[in-house]
């Protein structure tokens, strides 16, 4: 048995998906290849210019931060399938993130909420990427 809120998104054998599904996608592979390539540009020099503690703790809320992105791709997915609130998992895995930070001695919070925060900058690079390629297709 597996957890339907897992699958895998449907292949053309099964049921192929329609055009703005295959660009929601495409827009979530685009999106969590650019947090993971983010992660270790910036795991790099913070590893150097502060610790391998920090930099580690940086690279857990990271993460954490992917894991959150694909939750939220998750629900977002279902949206108008069923009628869960969309974040609500999210939230918890966040708030234990910061709880777990401020307990356990050994993780740091600010390295873990900026390293959770990496997601975000994947959405910045993908929106400046789409500017810049419909100025390019104006230009034209």
């Known amino acids: 048995m597996s957890d339907p809120s897992i699958e895998s998104p449907p292949t053309p054998e099964t049921n192929p998906p329609s055009a703005p599904m295959r660009e929601y996608y495409q827009l979530q592979n685009t999106l969590l290849i650019t947090t993971l390539i983010l992660s270790g540009l910036i795991f790099i020099p913070v590893w150097l210019f502060y610790s391998l503690n920090t930099a580690l703790n940086y690279l857990l809320g990271a993460m954490v931060g992917v ?24 939230l918890a895995l966040f708030a234990g993130l910061i709880i777990i930070a401020s307990r356990w001695q050994e993780l740091h919070i600010v390295p873990v909420f900026l390293g959770f925060l990496t997601y975000k900058g994947a959405i910045i690079v993908y929106t400046l990427q789409t500017i810049f390629k419909l100025e390019q297709k104006a230009d034209s």
């Open 67 to 90: 894991v959150y992105l694909k939750l939220l791709a998750g629900e977002v997915e279902k949206l108008g399938v069923t009628k869960n609130r969309v974040g609500k998992k999210g």
